[in-house]
């Protein structure tokens, strides 16, 4: 079975101070890492994913096999980072395609 | 492009009753999915439809049901509504392809009395 875990619900940081928002995953086979974002009032929306290894808004994630991570970073958060954002995977392989969410970390940007 | 449209965006109803959800994905998108989220579970996925088949379905009950239709636009049938059934129903559609972005409706809010 397939598992994704955001231990924190929430999230709280200063502007321009860094953030790490953690993410772990539980799969047999190899996964492919993806974090959704939702801003208030809007609706999901991709931010990045661990295959195309881009950096978006001045965020990143490695994704750490060993560790079973994919962690979310950015090293000055900004108060438009404010939002909702959620871990998810899929399964490799072809055909369906099946996403697993974490239950998500709200993180807040304090000016 | 538009983006993918989910009617109606709000809907209540009472327990035992039966809804039909509606997304139209994004043209061109031909492979449709079905999540309920909900505060307590998070996302969840129920189902995906590529070409009006469903090619993968997850661990909720037969009361939800779903079809698409040859212009890829997608139904979800949701029967005897229970109260738990409340929820934001989110549909997503995507282009096949491995590497292909799934991009999300703004949700249908069923409340159930």
């Known amino acids: 079975a397939q598992r994704v875990t955001q231990p924190e619900k929430l999230l709280s940081v200063f502007k321009g101070a860094p953030v790490e928002l953690k993410c772990n995953y539980s799969y047999s086979g190899s996964p492919e890492l993806f974090w959704y974002v939702q801003y208030s009032r809007q609706r999901l929306q991709l931010l990045l994913r661990?295959?195309s290894r881009e950096s978006i808004k001045g965020f990143t994630a490695d994704l750490n096999k060993g560790e079973t991570s994919f962690h979310l970073k950015k090293p000055f958060a900004q108060e438009e980072d404010s939002a909702m954002y959620y871990c998810a995977l899929s399964g490799s392989g072809a055909g369906s395609y099946q996403l697993t969410f974490g239950k998500g970390t709200k993180l807040s940007v304090i000016p | 492009k538009a983006g993918v449209t989910q009617t109606p965006r709000y809907l209540i109803k009472t327990r035992g009753q039966q809804v039909t959800l509606s997304c139209s994905p994004i043209s061109g998108h031909r492979s449709v999915s079905w999540y309920q989220q909900t505060p307590g579970q998070g996302l969840q996925f129920l189902f995906e439809y590529f070409s009006e088949t469903q090619r993968n379905k997850g661990n909720f009950p037969g009361r939800f049901s779903g079809r698409q239709f040859s212009n890829s636009r997608s139904e979800m049938n949701v029967s005897t509504l229970e109260l738990g059934d409340s929820a934001l129903y989110l549909c997503?559609?995507?282009?096949?392809?491995?590497?292909?972005?799934?991009?999300f409706g703004p949700g249908t809010r069923l409340t159930v009395l």
């Open positions: 661990h295959i």
């Open positions: 997503a559609s995507r282009e096949q392809g491995a590497d292909n972005e799934q991009f």
